[in-house]
């Protein structure tokens, strides 16, 4: 695993193409806080709100002291430029900087098609001996078994909460490449795994199991 991509949501290219441009056509910082990039999105957004205020301060400077000659005989003021150069400048870093993050969420895309396009490619895993399904299972005591599927029922506290733990299991499943039957009641969500690919339990179901226990503690 490439250490940039440790600890980051799978990210769709829709979702990545949009930030990006929500970056470079609108607003600096936006979308990269759209995708979870909080620090640097943060940083870009503050730079280009200075930049316009420094802007707008420039603006009014200028125009009041133009409004001004209008009813004063005085030596005509000649433009300053300074303050706008600031903050031409800090908007122009503000924008460099989110067209470096939004690249980087491009790239972070990329790389989640290309593992799915490898994960689709791949052959099927190979299904568990029952004497291993057994020895599997003994570590995952609230799951049930029915034939070729395992299955758990968790509850939490409201809807909301349960809502949470199902987006949570559905980017480990996307991440997994292996996708669980899920049913929803409230404040209950019950998981139902199995490989039809592969016609029964195997590793991935086991995996994905536990990695949804350990998502339901928080």
Known sequence: MKPSSVNRKPLSYARARNAALL???????LGS???GRWIA????????????TVIIIWFLREMSAYYG???????????????FEIGAVLLVVSWLWSGVTSLSLMRQASDKDTDALKNFGAPPPLKMDPSHIVAA????????????VISRTYQFKDFPAAMK?????????????????????WNKVTLALTTHSSGGLTEKDISLAKKADELARG
């Open 23 to 29: 970056n470079q056509l609108a607003t600096p910082g």
């Open 33 to 35: 806080l759209m995708c």
């Open 41 to 52: 999105g943060t940083g870009q957004l503050v730079l280009s709100l200075l930049s316009c």
């Open 69 to 83: 000659m209008m009813f004063d005989t005085a030596t005509p003021v000649q433009p300053n430029f300074k303050m």
């Open 137 to 148: 299972l003994a570590s995952l005591p609230d799951w049930t078994r029915n034939g070729d």
């Open 165 to 185: 733990f199902v987006n949570a299991v559905a980017d480990a499943a996307e991440q997994a490449w292996h996708h669980p039957d899920i049913d929803i009641r």
